[in-house]
């Protein structure tokens, strides 16, 4: 099982919409709506952002959406904030009921 | 709410076999729907799932650490624990413990990891 296509590294002015892509199959990401979004600060663990494609966690801020096209989904951070300066992966259900995470994509607030 | 914490060493020699626990509180591990698994994390690198115990005793791995792993549940501790033998320095990594929740009604499921324990970075050296 192959690691989900992330890009490297995506940037933004604070209050600017960024987005960032997840590219798998159609044997995970195309096949099923169980996409899941995690946030990573420097040395700590992992936050889950979204779940089930765009289905926000209690308690995470509104302004993270999730979407999927295809064997694409994708996390739109709207309102870009200092503090959503961290890694992002996304997760997927795949068709051998095992899981697999994207590379993950650094985000950086210019 | 629940909390997961890993323990076990954070050095172990080539060859030998890796063994992390993770205690689970504020909550049991014999509950319906959710899935306790081992993600692991190398330096400066990305997520790795390695699998899951469900509090049966079934269990689902990462199919390239498959023939070297094995996750089991201890109901009676509410704890479970990864076991991953033949270890390289390629094993160096945070290993995370991960509440998978897998709910289900009809054919609608959703998926998610949450909560996560804070990892322990276990290294592989000599």
């Known amino acids: 099982q192959s690691a989900l296509t992330q890009p490297a590294s995506v940037s933004g002015s604070p209050g600017q919409s960024i987005t960032i892509s997840c590219t798998g199959t159609?044997?995970?990401?195309?096949?099923?709506?169980?996409v899941s979004w995690y946030q990573q600060h420097p040395g700590k663990a992992p936050k889950l952002m979204i779940y089930?494609?765009?289905i926000r966690p209690s308690g995470v801020s509104n302004r993270f959406s999730g979407s999927k096209s295809g064997n694409t989904a994708s996390l739109t951070i709207s309102g870009l904030q200092a503090e959503d300066e961290a890694d992002y992966y996304c997760?997927?259900?795949?068709?051998?009921?095992?899981?697999?995470f994207g590379v993950g994509t650094k985000v950086t607030v210019l | 709410q629940v909390q997961l914490q890993e323990s076990g060493p954070g050095l172990v020699k080539p060859s030998e076999t890796l063994s992390l626990t993770c205690a689970v509180s504020g909550g049991s591990v014999s509950t319906d729907n959710y899935y306790w698994s081992w993600i692991r994390q190398p330096p400066g690198k990305g997520l790795e799932w390695i699998g899951y115990v469900f509090y049966t005793g079934r269990t689902n791995y990462s199919p390239s650490l498959k023939s070297r792993v094995t996750i089991s549940v201890d109901t009676s501790r509410n704890q479970f624990s990864l076991r991953l033998n033949s270890v390289t320095a390629a094993d160096t990594a945070v290993y995370y413990c991960v509440r998978e929740t897998a709910y289900c009604v009809g054919d609608l499921c959703s998926y998610w990891f949450d909560p996560w324990g804070q990892g322990t970075l276990v290294t592989v050296s000599s």
């Open positions: 997760s997927s259900f795949t068709n051998s009921r095992t899981r697999v």
């Open positions: 159609s044997s995970d990401v195309g096949g099923y709506n169980y």
């Open positions: 089930d494609v765009h």
